[in-house]
């Protein structure tokens, strides 16, 4: 299904729809602050196993992020925030960044792994901070573009759609999207350190990942 809603005012009915999806194990594409994202129910097993199965990675290995719609929820998903990580999380979000913090004991249940870390998303999207806000909880998320051949075509719905149409139950038409992934900062450490420089700007502070 092409799911047409408008990025500033979204429809509760086409919220609604894209809710029962979610609830249902359906998995979506939707529109962010940066590119299209593929994005679950994180309490949905089997459409995490899809979308890790669509992608071509393991699940335990796979470097997906939390789509929050505000900081109010990250305990239950991280270790508690030291002041410099929580007040420049507070500042650039929501925005186009991905913050890299350490996951509690709840991540590893909810996608059956190993895993330390978590990467949390507050997009400056109204379209998917509504979703994640009537859902109630975050939906899992991943970029649908390759990182080593960002695909023009990628940042237009109706040509997304095309693509992945038989491959998950809707695609929400937001507008066009941005070919610019968002910044990624690591703040696991005692240092605050620059994976990747994309959308969001950063400060020139910041210690750069080698």
Avoid at 55 to 65: P, T, Y
Avoid at 89 to 100: Q, R, S
Avoid at 151 to 170: A, F, G, H, N, R
Avoid at 174 to 197: A, F, H, K, M, Y
Wanted: charged letters at 25%; hydrophobic letters at 35%.
């Amino acid at each position: 299904m092409l799911l047409k809603i408008h990025p500033d005012n979204p429809n509760p009915r086409q919220i609604q729809k894209v809710i029962d999806c979610l609830t249902d194990g359906g998995i979506i594409i939707y529109p962010t602050d940066t590119v299209y994202g593929l994005g679950c129910d994180i309490y949905q097993t089997k459409a995490v196993d899809r979308i890790a199965k669509l992608k071509g990675i393991k699940k335990e290995k796979a470097n997906f992020s939390f789509i929050c719609h505000d900081l109010r929820h990250l305990s239950d998903y991280t270790r508690p925030l030291n002041n410099t990580v929580y007040k420049l999380m507070k500042a650039k979000l929501p925005g186009p960044y991905t913050f890299i913090l350490n996951a509690n004991s709840n991540v590893p249940k909810l996608f059956q792994s190993r895993k330390k870390t978590v990467g949390i998303r507050v997009p400056g999207n109204n379209i998917a901070l509504q979703i994640v806000r009537e859902l109630g909880h975050p939906i899992m998320s991943t970029s649908i573009y390759n990182d080593d051949e960002i695909l023009e075509y990628l940042t237009d719905p109706e040509l997304i759609y095309e693509k992945y149409q038989d491959l998950v139950d809707i695609v929400i038409d937001g507008g066009p999207g941005d070919n610019q992934p968002s910044t990624i900062l690591d703040c696991t450490g005692e240092e605050i350190l620059l994976v990747r420089e994309g959308k969001g700007e950063i400060a020139s502070d910041l210690q750069e990942e080698r």
